[in-house]
Nanobody, 115 residues
Framework: QLQLVESGGGLVQPGGSLRLSCAAS????????MGWYRQAPGKVRELVAA???????NYADSVKGRFTLSRDNAKNTVYLQMNSLKPEDTAVYYCNVPRGSMQYWGKGTLVTVSS
């Protein structure tokens, strides 16, 4: 089994910053991609950003230039630095690891951007 533990969500004012972390534990061999999705109320879950073991990244257009995804392979942890946050970034953010035919998800962490 693979466990994903997220941290770093909270309430922030528009224009502010937050950093989310996701640590993988358990059977961690053969993990390649790790990433973050988000789901706002009444909307479908969408990809925010993903990163391969080699460091190649992919971002949603809506967060390019504002969010940065990084990875510490030794710690099996990914970090999502979110800057210039907007109210429309408000959502539950989920860590994701695809492996073979399986998709592993964290429990989610709430990010609220509001004045």
């Amino acid at each position: 089994q693979l466990q994903l533990v997220e941290s770093g969500g909270g309430l922030v004012q528009p224009g502010g910053s937050l950093r989310l972390s996701c640590a993988a534990s358990g059977i961690i061999f053969s993990i390649n991609a790790m990433g973050w999705y988000r789901q706002a109320p009444g909307k479908v879950r969408e990809l925010v950003a993903a990163i391969t073991r080699g460091g190649n990244t992919n971002y949603a257009d809506s967060v390019k230039g504002r969010f940065t995804l990084s990875r510490d392979n030794a710690k099996n942890t990914v970090y999502l630095q979110m800057n210039s946050l907007k109210p429309e970034d408000t959502a539950v953010y989920y860590c994701n690891v695809p492996r073979g035919s399986m998709q592993y998800w964290g429990k989610g962490t709430l990010v609220t951007v509001s004045s």
